[in-house]
């Protein structure tokens, strides 16, 4: 997440590698050291309403390891990697060998020195990997599937994710998005007390100029003796930039001019973040984050709600 700040507070205190607490603020950094390793379960839960029936409910998780692999004045190297799940796909244990290499995914990303997400270096590697897995698993579909189920039709069933894995944007913002999440709290330092307001800019993903976000970011409460600060982050996307994405999504739809009309004036799109942040504040490290987007429409009088939600707990 690339923040733009309305107001700026970056007040960092350094004094044998810990962070101070001055006049009750709270710097958060990464007090990291090459070596160290921490483990995460990641969970991820997509809900979808129609009206007001859950007509999908999909759920999950994987554990991951985080070591801090390099460090320069500048950056920090972190290995993020995780063991992939193939479970879905029902491939039988002959089959087993064959799969391997997709075993485990390990995504090599940097940070700045203070801990703030700069970008996955390894993207074309776990691309090229994917490739690999979607053209395996189209083979292996394309042969042991429903009768009808050609490698051309399977091809473009799988063609909107095959791209979204092939650029690094996509993966750094829709594959990997939690660790955008996971590093969104650092390279600030919070006031007890205080809000922060400011404004965020998030990609569109249909194309066409970023949608605004305002956003409110406050302490919720701090624990000392722990070193412990919980963060609460409210986000709502800017009305007037979501009903020009609709707009465009419409228009580009070929609708006749009177439905298009009609489908224009009775459409509408609201989306709203709460973002919860539990910090060790003299690690630098995250004991929990739990992040829940609610997108609620109403396109063509066809009411819906999807609800994502993001679970980080430290468990080791």
Do not use: C
Not at 196 to 201: K, P
Not at 241 to 262: G, H, T, W, Y
């Amino acid at each position: 997440m690339k923040i733009k700040m309305i107001i700026l507070l970056i007040t960092f205190a350094y004094a044998s590698g810990f962070a101070l607490e001055i006049d009750n603020t709270i710097p958060l950094y990464a007090n990291w050291h090459i070596g160290d390793k921490f483990k995460f379960k990641v969970t991820k839960i997509k809900q979808l309403y129609q009206g007001e029936q859950l007509v999908r409910n999909d759920t999950s998780s994987y554990i991951t390891n985080f070591l801090v692999s390099d460090s320069t004045e500048n950056e920090f190297t972190v290995n993020w990697k995780y063991q992939t799940s193939l479970s879905n796909y029902n491939i039988p244990e002959s089959l087993s060998e064959k799969f391997a290499k997709y075993k485990f995914t390990e995504v090599v990303y940097k940070t700045g020195s203070l801990g703030e997400f700069l970008g996955i270096e390894n993207w074309k590697e776990i691309s090229e990997m994917m490739t690999g897995l979607f053209s395996d698993l189209i083979d292996y579909m394309a042969d042991n599937d429903k009768p009808g189920m050609d490698k051309e039709s399977l091809k473009k069933s799988l063609q909107p994710l095959s791209q979204i894995y092939s650029t690094r944007q996509g993966l750094e913002l829709l594959v990997f998005k939690e660790l955008q999440v996971f590093h969104y709290p650092y390279g600030l330092s919070y006031l007890e007390a205080d809000t922060i307001a400011y404004e965020e800019q998030l990609p569109n993903m249909f194309g066409g100029d970023p949608i605004r976000g305002d956003v409110l970011l406050f302490v919720k409460s701090v624990d000392k003796e722990n070193s412990e600060i919980v963060l609460k982050q409210e986000m709502r996307l800017n009305p007037d930039d979501v009903n020009d994405m609709i707009n465009s999504v419409l228009q580009r739809m070929n609708l006749p001019a009177d439905e298009l009309e009609k489908s224009l004036k009775s459409s509408e799109l609201e989306i709203t973040d709460d973002n919860f942040f539990n910090f060790n504040y003299e690690k630098g490290i995250p004991n929990s984050i739990v992040t829940e987007r609610n997108i609620v429409s109403n396109i063509n009088n066809q009411n819906g709600k999807r609800i994502e939600i993001t679970k980080i707990e430290l468990i080791n």
